[in-house]
Nanobody, 126 residues
Framework: VQLQAFGGGLVQAGGSLRLSCAAS????????MGWFRQAPGKEREFVAA?????????SYADSVKGRFTISRDNAKNLVYLQMSSLKPEDTGVYYC???????????????????WGQGTQVTVSS
């Protein structure tokens, strides 16, 4: 599968944005999916993850809990990251990633992902 993230942009603090990640191929549903972000000069960090198949399990970084929601639509080969109450510290390049092991698990580490999309820039102004 190949991934392509889109939907980033410039938004004021307190605003909302929805990122999407489009996957190619017919095996998307078996992939556990995640979102990561990277700010200038910082390491890539975990944001949110959703399990494969039905997406019954989700996980969030403490910094985004209650503000971000990850979801997936297997029929459309899409995974979303709905972001609300955005803060300037949410600024960064956001990446979607996939783990192909189809075990309905949650993955929160960069090294656990097999496939990465190109990033999409999110800038939150104060």
């Amino acid at each position: 599968v190949q991934l392509q993230a889109f939907g980033g942009g410039l938004v004021q603090a307190g605003g909302s944005l929805r990122l999407s990640c489009a996957a190619s191929g017919r095996t998307f549903s078996r992939y556990g999916m995640g979102w990561f972000r990277q700010a200038p000069g910082k390491e890539r960090e975990f944001v949110a993850a959703i399990s494969s198949w039905s997406g019954a399990s989700t996980s969030y970084a403490d910094s985004v809990k209650g503000r971000f929601t990850i979801s997936r639509d297997n029929a459309k080969n899409l995974v979303y990251l709905q972001m609300s109450s955005l803060k300037p510290e949410d600024t960064g390049v956001y990446y979607c990633a996939g783990n192909r092991d189809s075990l309905s698990r949650i993955y929160a580490e960069v090294a656990e992902y097999d496939v990465w999309g190109q990033g999409t820039q999110v800038t939150v102004s104060s």
